[in-house]
């Protein structure tokens, strides 16, 4: 496992991260139970995962919780990453309907001692805003209140998570100059490559690292997922509908030329091309077994693609129609 550092914040993290909502949601086709979970955890750490990566709603607390429980004793052997600003407290989480959000100080403070309580540690090394819109990342207060828990030692640094669909570009770019703020969490992967590489450009300038989710395309570049599949009304990825699968699959047939002469399996090819990007700090793939989190750990092993086969990907990229992309709407 090769590790990077989270922008400024200085912190090591693995190339490939634990993105923990599957332990603690069904979303993805599958029910983890708590021991599946924790074998999962620690198989992680011992392929040499430090970085873990989760939220508050995840579950409501369940997959806080289970970090919590599997690296008790461990605080200073991993590095923890958890969002908030929904409040799912007198809700009740039905599919991927968004919940009422806050980001006020009071709550970010009650949030973030519900997670530490949850954790098991008193403090987290990287505290995001999860799905904030444009309003949000211009509030000051919210920002003056990380600036506070990092002189208090609860929290290390700060992370804006962009989301929940692809998009949110000049969310990410404001976010960027906030002082505390020293890492972007954004969908990538190598057919979804907007807005990402407009955020890796100003990340490389800010020192800001990029943690990316879907590097995957949504089983798209594992093979999980083909035209025909079949996708449960409660899975994460009935959004991508069969045509959206169909043309994908297409593009990757374009791509897999260079994966060979490279000797990579499609999957290994996406991941590497992700973290051939300077600007990138961790991977988090979407795992729901053991098996899966030892093919993604293999892939980190410090070999990247060339410059001459990433300018190929980038000019078969920039040959593709634009795709609708997610933004705050106006007032």
Do not use: C
């Amino acid at each position: 496992m090769k590790y990077k550092t989270l922008g400024k914040s200085g912190i090591k993290v693995s190339e490939i991260g634990f993105g923990a909502w599957t332990i603690g949601l069904d979303w993805w086709g599958k029910k983890i139970e708590e021991d599946e979970a924790k074998r999962m955890l620690k198989r992680a750490y011992d392929l040499g995962i430090n970085f873990f990566e989760t939220a508050d709603m995840y579950g409501k607390g369940i997959s806080e919780k289970l970090i919590g429980q599997v690296f008790k004793g461990m605080r200073e052997e991993v590095v923890i990453s958890t969002k908030y600003g929904y409040d799912f407290s007198k809700v009740e989480q039905i599919g991927h309907t968004e919940l009422p959000q806050s980001f006020e100080p009071e709550f970010t403070r009650k949030a973030l001692s519900a997670s530490l309580e949850r954790l098991q540690t008193d403090y987290v090394d990287s505290y995001g805003m999860h799905n904030p819109k444009l309003n949000h990342i211009r509030n000051d207060v919210t920002f003056d209140t990380f600036d506070k828990l990092i002189q208090e030692g609860k929290i290390k640094s700060s992370q804006v998570a962009l989301g929940p669909a692809i998009g949110w570009t000049q969310e990410g770019l404001e976010a960027m100059e906030r002082k505390s703020v020293s890492a972007i969490q954004t969908v990538y992967n190598i057919l979804e490559q907007t807005p990402g590489n407009e955020l890796i450009e100003k990340a490389e300038k800010q020192n800001v690292g990029i943690l990316v989710r879907v590097p995957d395309a949504s089983g798209i570049l594992t093979g999980k997922v083909k035209a025909e599949t079949v996708i449960p009304s409660n899975d994460h990825r009935k959004d991508r509908k069969q045509e959206w699968r169909q043309d994908a699959l297409q593009k990757v047939e374009q791509f897999r030329p260079i994966a060979e002469r490279n000797g990579l399996s499609i999957t290994e090819f996406a991941i590497k091309f992700i973290l051939s990007k300077k600007a990138i700090a961790s991977v988090l793939p979407t795992v729901v077994s053991v098996e899966e989190i030892e093919t993604f750990a293999a892939i980190s092993d410090g070999r990247y693609l060339n410059s001459s086969d990433m300018k190929e990907i980038d000019d078969l990229y920039n040959t593709w129609p634009s795709y609708e992309l997610k933004a705050t709407q106006a007032n």
